[in-house]
């Protein structure tokens, strides 16, 4: 009787160990997770400001009429864009022209240049200008590109351009994302 007290004794003491141990690796290894997927999402934009107008007053006499006009292009979710330049000169054609009062015309050409101090890109009126990398995100205060109107003086220095007549028009700028 004493082997059975002994056995039942130590079959006792292994069965609480066994318990006791396999409760604190329950415990221990009991773990939980949930995931969150993170998104992150803008509508795309694009803007142009700060496009003034240009005065070209009495050029010397032998040289191009040249004026020059910094501005910006900014805006989300694009890397290049696309810039066009129409004239608005009611004749329905696609040729830059300034006007007085539809009657005499003088030929301008437009040039464009994504930055303010590089070289400028002769554009064709109503051609889009693909390829134009996208600078900054937003204009605030600072301009980030330019256009230049040369009028040659070869057009503006001839018989039927009058003295004191003023002759003007409208360029459109479209900026477009790519």
């Known amino acids: 009787m004493q082997k059975n007290a002994v056995r039942t004794l130590f079959s006792a003491i292994a069965a609480g160990t066994l318990f006791s141990i396999s409760a604190g690796s329950i415990a221990e290894s009991v773990t939980a ?8 999402s803008f509508t795309p934009s ?3 400001t700060r496009v003034d107008n ?3 007053a009495d050029p010397a006499l032998g ?13 989300l979710g694009f890397s290049t864009y696309s810039i066009t330049f129409e004239s608005n000169d009611t004749n329905n054609d696609s040729e830059f022209s300034l006007t007085d009062d539809g009657t005499n015309h003088i030929p301008y050409s437009v040039g464009f240049d994504n930055s303010t101090s590089g070289t400028f890109t002769t554009v064709v009126a ?7 990398s996208r600078n900054i995100a937003s204009c605030g205060s600072s301009d ?3 256009f230049q109107i040369t009028v040659a003086n070869s057009d503006w220095e001839t ?9 003007s028009d409208i360029l459109t700028i479209t900026v477009a994302s790519e």
């Open 33 to 40: 997770s949930e995931s969150s997927e993170i998104t992150l």
């Open 46 to 48: 694009i803007e142009i």
């Open 54 to 56: 240009v005065a070209i």
């Open 63 to 75: 040289t191009d009429a040249v004026g020059i006009e910094d501005f910006c292009v900014g805006g």
């Open 126 to 132: 109503g051609d889009a200008l693909a390829g134009q």
């Open 144 to 146: 980030n590109a330019r």
């Open 159 to 167: 018989s039927s351009v009058l003295n004191g007549t003023s002759y």
